[in-house]
């Protein structure tokens, strides 16, 4: 599948696409460039695209797994607890659509603060 990668300054996340519709519409918006917010152990940022949630929409999800939040519209990357999670797990504000898997870990993402810049882009 194909590749991309977050950029958030000197931090770089290579994500690889799922086969979803989700995933061909983010990929055929890329690049893209926005601003990060953060909530708990989440990172997100708006998107310009309108995409519907679709049939295994989530709202708790795996760190690593890339997901859609239609109600943004946003990407959001959880890579831990959220202010609204129960116990250890990784809550995202309502479901959204899982569309790519993180290469490696997200754990870093700890160290992106509000108002980062993030340039999306393909790989390859």
């Known amino acids: ?3 991309i990668r977050f950029s958030f300054g ?3 996340l290579d ?3 799922l086969d979803t519709p ?3 519409a983010v990929a055929e918006i890329l690049p893209v460039t926005s601003s990060v917010l953060t909530w ?3 990172v997100y940022f708006d998107i310009p ?3 519907p949630r679709e049939a295994d ?3 708790v999800v795996t760190p690593g797994e890339i997901a859609y939040w239609p109600q943004g ?3 959001a990357i959880g890579f831990g607890r959220t202010p609204i999670s129960q116990g250890d797990e990784t809550r995202l504000a309502s479901p959204c659509n899982i569309f790519a898997k993180a290469v490696g870990s997200v754990k870093a993402l700890g160290k992106v603060r509000a108002g980062t810049k993030v340039v999306v882009s393909l790989v390859g």
């Open 1 to 3: 599948m194909p590749r």
């Open 10 to 12: 000197d931090l770089m």
């Open 15 to 17: 994500a690889e696409l």
């Open 22 to 24: 989700t995933a061909k």
């Open 40 to 42: 708990g152990e989440e």
């Open 49 to 51: 695209l309108n995409v």
């Open 57 to 59: 929409a989530r709202a």
């Open 73 to 75: 519209p946003a990407i």
